[in-house]
């Protein structure tokens, strides 16, 4: 599966549909104690960076599924978003354009 933030692929294709993938994650609760003291001496907060990983990659896999279920070879304009939904918990979705090759 070929997978773009642009549009233009060097390819003609038609366009299958919008596709998307999603998930909320958390970190544990003493992790998230951690994270907090982490805060007041700064530096990289590593298992939200962990935590944003693995969301991002389960995102983007349930969009290639999504996809796949189209009959799909490609995903073009690809893009992320994130947003809050409680402290220590975030949900991250991957959307795109499904297109089969011409």
Known sequence: M??????????DYEILGLVEGGTVNSVNAFRDIGAGLKNL???ELKK???????????ATERMIESAKQLG???VVGIRYGSSSITQGASEIMA????VRFK
């Open 2 to 11: 070929l997978l773009s933030t642009t549009e233009n692929i060097g390819r």
């Open 41 to 43: 001496v700064g530096g």
């Open 48 to 58: 939200y960076t962990e935590m944003q990983d693995n969301a991002r990659r389960t």
């Open 72 to 74: 799909a070879d490609a």
């Open 95 to 98: 959307y795109g354009t499904a």
